[in-house]
């Protein structure tokens, strides 16, 4: 059983189309993230949401909207698309404490052409 | 959130252990030191955190100076498929965000 799984895994899609990422974890943890790994490698946290707080990083554009449908789940939804939009995009989860490990999906490559 | 150094890449043989260093000296009271690291075109994964002392687990251990401003990642034994960036994360608080920084490419020779 994959821990947190993330659909699709690759996105090619045309500048401003509108597209989603689905994100689903079954570990039961109550916070979950979205991380985005630009062509340099470097992983930024956009997102970190529980059932009482999102927190957003606020150098991301609103363009970007987490949503989720209930605690096991955070869709990532990605209007107006753009080309510096292209990167790899890993959710992951966790308990909200400093003391447990967080697990990572295995990463959506996005592209937009 | 406080910062963490590390080298940019390091080098090791086959069967040989590693010591892959990191520096946080604006570290508080609070904070774990975490490390994780992400194998070629996966997604990150943990291994191996601790508060102040030296902690072990099947893929490593966190040796932690007294002062807490330091620590090192030791792989005992490398092995081809331990070729990774491997980034040392502190951990604060209530919020416990995991803060990527730059990480350190580790390369494992035959």
């Known amino acids: 059983d994959t821990a947190v799984s993330q659909t699709p895994k690759y996105l090619v899609t045309q500048m401003g189309n509108d597209k989603s990422i689905k994100c689903e974890q079954n570990l039961g943890h109550d916070t979950m993230y979205w991380y985005k790994q630009d062509s340099k490698k470097f992983l930024k946290i956009m997102f970190s949401?529980?059932?009482?707080?999102?927190?957003i990083n606020e150098t991301v554009p609103n363009r970007f909207s987490p949503k989720s449908p209930d605690k096991a789940h955070l869709n990532l939804h990605i209007n107006s698309l753009e080309l510096g939009d292209s990167a790899v995009y890993f959710c992951?989860?966790?308990?909200?404490?400093?003391?447990?490990?967080?697990?990572f999906g295995q990463g959506t490559r996005l592209t937009v052409v | 959130d406080a910062k963490t150094t590390q080298p940019n890449s390091m080098e090791s043989n086959e069967e040989e252990p590693v010591h892959l260093p990191c520096n946080h000296s604006t570290i508080s009271g609070t904070d774990y030191i975490h490390w994780y690291r992400q194998l070629p075109s996966q997604g990150p994964e943990y291994v191996i955190h601790g508060l102040t002392s030296n902690v072990n687990n099947r893929m490593a251990s966190l040796a932690i100076a007294e002062d807490r401003k330091s620590s090192t990642l030791i792989l005992h034994r490398a092995t081809l498929r331990d070729a990774a960036v491997y980034y040392c994360i502190l951990r604060r608080g209530s919020q416990g965000n995991l803060i990527f920084g730059k990480g350190t490419k580790l390369s494992v020779k035959p």
């Open positions: 992951a989860s966790s308990q909200q404490t400093v003391t447990t490990e967080a697990f």
């Open positions: 949401y529980n059932n009482k707080e999102l927190i």
